[in-house]
């Protein structure tokens, strides 16, 4: 055993010596970094926004379709043409085009790409809480942290114009949400990883906080939200998106939103779901693996959703 216990110990130092990370900066470091950060890229650069005579916008988006399914691309710019808000909602690489262009910060992150409005919301934790929290990351990618920033604070104003909501409070909306995040990542700042790690904002902590604000209209209508998107579940997705054949439920049929791989032009679809299925299961946890084995493969469709990632 005691053999056992040493190699054991040899193998888990050799493994730590290949992993060991340095220790984080200190919290006073890591603000003096980002002080000296301003010296390269002032605060007052990051207000403009140089557009180049050439700019073509419609280019740069018709440059996408070349990777698109053909047949879907009238859709997705049928979806932008809706309102200014939607157009912006699809024209991620435009907006990635214009901040190329102008100043930019040292400070890189993991970027979402595309952190408008509408890619906030609740969702369901792996413990079936309800959180608020960033969706989509079809648009990731490594860049300066106020790209995110900037897309989220536009989509704020674009979305309050086609509110008709008036320009004095587009503007508090606009330096409410940035605000928000600053203070966030201030608070996020003086945190050990492992706090980090596990924050999350549940809708129950943001219900506590309205109530004890005594916003009782907001929390009133926070807490129907909570329980509509609660109801909205996966049962309810299955009884709405198939139906009964031969004992088993296969997904109904709604071209071209909704078109089942059976009806899909002859190609190797069906004998690439099976990798990628497995490749998926390679990417989980052992215990979500656990449970997705207790599953089977029943039916596959290809589903239209959103606006940007419309034909990918």
């Given at each position: 055993?005691?053999?056992?216990?040493?190699?054991?110990?040899?193998?888990?130092?050799?493994?730590?010596?290949?992993?060991?990370?340095?220790?984080?900066?200190?919290?006073?470091?890591?603000?003096?970094?980002?002080?000296?950060?301003?010296?390269?890229?002032?605060?007052?650069?990051?207000?403009?926004?140089?557009?180049?005579?050439?700019?073509?916008?419609?280019?740069?988006?018709?440059?996408?379709?070349?990777?698109?399914?053909?047949e879907?691309?009238?859709?997705?710019?049928?979806?932008?043409?809706?309102?200014?808000?939607?157009?912006?909602?699809?024209?991620?690489?435009?907006?990635?085009?214009?901040?190329?262009?102008?100043?930019?910060?040292?400070l890189?992150?993991?970027?979402?790409?595309?952190?408008?409005?509408?890619?906030?919301?609740?969702?369901?934790?792996?413990?079936?809480?309800?959180?608020?929290?960033?969706?989509?990351?079809?648009?990731?990618?490594?860049?300066?942290?106020?790209?995110?920033?900037?897309?989220?604070?536009?989509?704020?104003?674009?979305?309050?114009?086609?509110?008709?909501?008036?320009?004095?409070?587009?503007?508090?909306?606009?330096?409410?949400?940035?605000?928000?995040?600053?203070?966030?990542?201030?608070?996020?700042?003086?945190?050990?990883?492992?706090?980090?790690?596990?924050?999350?904002?549940?809708?129950?902590?943001?219900?506590?906080?309205?109530?004890?604000?005594?916003?009782?209209?907001?929390?009133?209508?926070?807490?129907?939200?909570a329980?509509?998107?609660?109801?909205?579940?996966?049962m309810?997705?299955?009884?709405?998106?198939?139906?009964?054949?031969?004992?088993?439920?296969?997904?109904?049929?709604?071209?071209?939103?909704?078109?089942?791989?059976?009806?899909?032009?002859?190609?190797?679809?069906?004998?690439?779901?099976?990798a990628?299925?497995?490749?998926?299961?390679?990417?989980?946890?052992?215990?979500r693996?656990?449970?997705?084995?207790?599953?089977?493969?029943?039916?596959?469709?290809?589903?239209?959703?959103?606006?940007?990632?419309?034909?990918?």
């Open positions: 055993m005691s053999g056992k216990i040493a190699r054991v110990e040899v193998q888990a130092t050799h493994s730590h010596s290949r992993t060991s990370v340095e220790p984080p900066p200190a919290v006073s470091e890591r603000a003096a970094s980002g002080r000296a950060a301003r010296s390269e890229c002032p605060r007052s650069s990051l207000s403009a926004l140089p557009i180049a005579d050439d700019r073509d916008p419609m280019g740069l988006l018709e440059a996408q379709d070349a990777t698109r399914v053909p879907l691309v009238p859709i997705r710019y049928g979806r932008m043409s809706v309102s200014p808000f939607a157009f912006f909602r699809g024209a991620a690489t435009v907006m990635a085009h214009d901040l190329g262009a102008g100043a930019r910060t040292p890189q992150t993991q970027l979402c790409g595309d952190a408008h409005l509408m890619n906030f919301g609740g969702f369901a934790s792996p413990e079936r809480d309800l959180v608020f929290d960033l969706n989509d990351f079809d648009e990731t990618l490594p860049g300066p942290f106020e790209w995110d920033v900037k897309r989220l604070a536009a989509s704020v104003e674009i979305a309050g114009r086609g509110r008709a909501v008036k320009k004095s409070d587009r503007t508090n909306a606009v330096l409410e949400s940035v605000n928000a995040y600053r203070c966030a990542i201030t608070r996020f700042a003086a945190m050990g990883n492992l706090a980090v790690w596990y924050a999350r904002l549940d809708v129950a902590a943001i219900l506590g906080e309205l109530r004890a604000a005594h916003d009782r209209k907001l929390a009133k209508s926070l807490a129907r939200t329980a509509k998107a609660e109801s909205n579940d996966n309810r997705a299955l009884s709405t998106l198939t139906r009964e054949v031969d004992g088993e439920p296969r997904i109904v049929s709604e071209p071209p939103l909704i078109v089942p791989l059976a009806e899909l032009a002859a190609g190797d679809e069906e004998a690439v779901i099976p990628v299925l497995r490749s998926y299961r390679r990417s989980l946890p052992e215990d693996r656990v449970l997705l084995d207790r599953f089977r493969r029943v039916d596959v469709a290809r589903k239209v959703v959103g606006v940007g990632s419309v034909g990918t």
